[in-house]
């Protein structure tokens, strides 16, 4: 049995104690975490020199920082509610402020999107790994420790432990160590929030070598809302929603457009008819709108997917994930979520929480160990995953800047694009923006090349942008440029066109189809605009933890930050709010903001151009994207 403690400086003493000064400990990506315990560890080795602790982790979470005086009064009550009793990460802060003492190194595999670009020591150690190669680079640098989150169960009068959140690496750490190859120290955190999940992950005691178990030392679980679904997503989401097949299996992976998809498979599921006639409108006159799958789910799906989030509950509740494989219907690797996922997990009765287990990540993305069972049970599988650019030939960058920087990590794409190759009638799906914001003008997330590479072109397979589907597996370089053309955004075309041409890689009488010339964001939004007044593409599908008063301010802070970038337009929004005094609908959204009554001049000034951007939210159809940089 694993020895009891109440005091995380005690258990970390112990580990010390036990394991020695050269202390190796691997961290479970994201929520799984032993936060007190590795603060503890953190202290011993600051106070120490002696102590030699390297931390190996990936997706350290954080609270959101907030900078502006807006962003503080938005999203500070936001972050009191949701991450207030959240123990910081003592490494993370002294990372950020570049004082990690040189007796400690901290080495991620995937970071949280943007978190540490241009922080030299996390990009430095930085290793590039495909999440089901991170477990044998933990055991190759001699681990030792690993401090995990988990939930605690008496059976019998006998405690069991179970995973939970992560199964991911530590359940193939823990079979290199029954099989002889490893040698380490498994340490629980007994979390009361943390939902105890069936299957492999559920393990006996004497797996554990010493257990943290204690209401001072329980916290609430990092909760991150969901954020509202933009018309880009939204069009992103539906057109992959088109490829998948009844009777198939789905990956989802992080991001919006997860959510997006979700939510359009629940559509094309119950009303049929509509998701048609959406898909009608969002491809006009060409071959994708007839090629698109639109019936409703009669064998359903099977799911698997490294990262398990609340729209896979919601693809349950649907019907839709049905498609069972030895009873389960859906097998993950990791989960994060906002507090509602996790309450529905805790509150699942035993039959319906045995559909969903947890599994190793050799498991959900590879198909070797038992691979003739996973061929028959991954039938015409899409894999769905982020990519931040692509190029006219067919390569996806996912991860990374041309210049070195890494922005999150490879993770397990390139994993689920090589299933989709070994897998018969398997593809993988690359999901993009055709543009992002660069400052004051739009930039083609489309280009002709890049300096960085996360997905090679001899890879390609399928890419998904607002605009369309390009498949270019198979095809000649000039069937992918011109299949790429058609999914950019059309201020971009002729410029990605001409350089195709330049290069000898496309015809030179080529020209682009006359249904996909009209690739404006214009026309996106109002092919969906039906939908959004039907209520069949709501901002949050599958719920939210913003409040109603919340929920109404965010569109209006998007136009305010999409105002900032163009002092013409931020100065046409505060000469509006000064005209134009706020009505009585815009009262609690001002109070909210603490803009009720403003005190000093920055107050009156912003109480002008929120109420000016809540008329506007409220008298046009808008993307209702949240403001990235409030939640990073």
Not at 41 to 48: E, I, P, S, T
Request: hydrophobic fraction near 40%; include cysteine; aromatic fraction near 8%.
């Amino acid at each position: 049995m694993p020895i009891l403690f109440s005091d995380p400086e005690a258990i970390a003493e112990h580990i010390i104690r036990d394991v020695g000064t050269e202390l190796v400990v691997g961290l479970p990506l994201g929520l799984g975490k032993a936060n007190h315990i590795v603060n503890a560890l953190y202290a011993r080795a600051v106070a120490d020199r002696s102590i030699n602790l390297t931390l190996f982790s990936a997706l350290t979470l954080e609270k959101p920082k907030p900078k502006s005086l807006l962003e503080q009064r938005f999203i500070g009550p936001v972050i009191d509610r949701l991450f207030g009793g959240y123990p910081d990460l003592a490494y993370a802060d002294a990372l950020h402020r570049g004082a990690l003492p040189p007796n400690i190194k901290v080495i991620e595999f995937f970071f949280l999107a943007g978190q540490w670009l241009y922080q030299p020591f996390a990009q430095q150690h930085y290793i590039s790994a495909n999440y089901t190669h991170a477990a044998s680079y933990l055991l190759s640098r001699g681990l030792n420790v690993v401090p995990q989150l988990v939930a605690k169960r008496v059976v019998d009068g006998v405690p069991r432990y179970s995973l939970s959140c992560n199964t991911d690496t530590t359940l193939d750490v823990l079979r290199a160590r029954a099989q002889g190859r490893a040698s380490f120290k498994l340490v629980g955190q007994v979390n009361s929030e943390l939902p105890f999940m069936p299957g492999p992950g559920d393990l006996p005691a004497d797996e554990f070598a010493a257990v943290l178990d204690s209401p001072d030392t329980d916290f609430p679980l990092f909760a991150p809302p969901s954020e509202p679904i933009s018309d880009t997503k939204y069009a992103i989401g539906l057109h992959a929603a088109g490829l998948v097949r009844d009777g198939g299996t789905l990956q989802i992976g992080i991001g919006q457009v997860g959510d997006a998809l979700a939510q359009g498979l629940v559509v094309r599921h119950r009303d049929n008819a509509q998701f048609h006639g959406i898909m009608q409108r969002l491809a006009p006159g060409t071959a994708q709108s007839a090629a698109a799958k639109t019936g409703p789910f009669e064998k359903g799906l099977y799911g698997v997917s490294e990262m398990l989030f609340e729209a896979f509950l919601g693809l349950i509740d649907a019907g839709i994930l049905t498609r069972d494989i030895g009873g389960v219907v859906l097998h993950g690797a990791f989960f994060l979520g906002p507090q509602s996922f996790y309450r529905a997990l805790r509150e699942m009765g035993p039959e319906q929480l045995a559909q969903i287990q947890m599994m190793p990540v050799s498991f959900t993305n590879e198909i070797f160990g038992d691979e003739e069972g996973k061929r028959r049970a991954r039938v015409d599988a899409r894999f769905v995953n982020n990519a931040m650019m692509a190029t006219l030939l067919g390569a996806a960058i996912s991860d990374g800047l041309d210049n070195g920087q890494v922005v999150s990590g490879v993770g397990g794409q390139y994993n689920f694009v090589a299933q989709a190759f070994a897998l018969e009638g398997a593809r993988s799906v690359l999901a993009l923006e055709a543009t992002h914001q660069s400052g004051r003008q739009a930039q083609s997330n489309i280009r002709w090349s890049y300096g960085h590479e996360t997905i090679p072109r001899h890879l390609r397979d399928i890419f998904v942008t607002e605009y369309g589907v390009a498949d270019t597996r198979g095809k000649s370089d000039a069937g992918v440029i011109a299949a790429m053309l058609e999914v950019s955004d059309s201020r971009f075309q002729s410029e990605l066109m001409r350089q195709a041409k330049d290069a000898g890689k496309l015809p030179r009488d080529h020209e682009i189809p006359a249904a996909h010339r009209e690739n404006y964001p214009e026309r996106i939004s109002a092919a969906l605009k039906p939908a959004r007044e039907a209520g069949l593409l709501p901002s949050f599908p599958f719920g939210s933890d913003f409040t109603d008063v919340e929920q109404r301010l965010i569109p209006a802070l998007q136009i305010l930050q999409q105002a900032q970038r163009t002092p013409l337009q931020l100065a046409g929004l505060l000469w509006q709010g000064m005209r134009h005094p706020p009505d009585a609908a815009d009262g609690e959204c001002l109070a909210r903001l603490g803009l009720d009554k403003p005190t000093h001049f920055a107050e009156r000034a912003y109480r002008a151009l929120v109420t000016a951007a809540l008329q506007r939210s409220r008298g046009a159809t808008h993307d209702p994207e949240k403001c990235e940089a409030v939640f990073q």
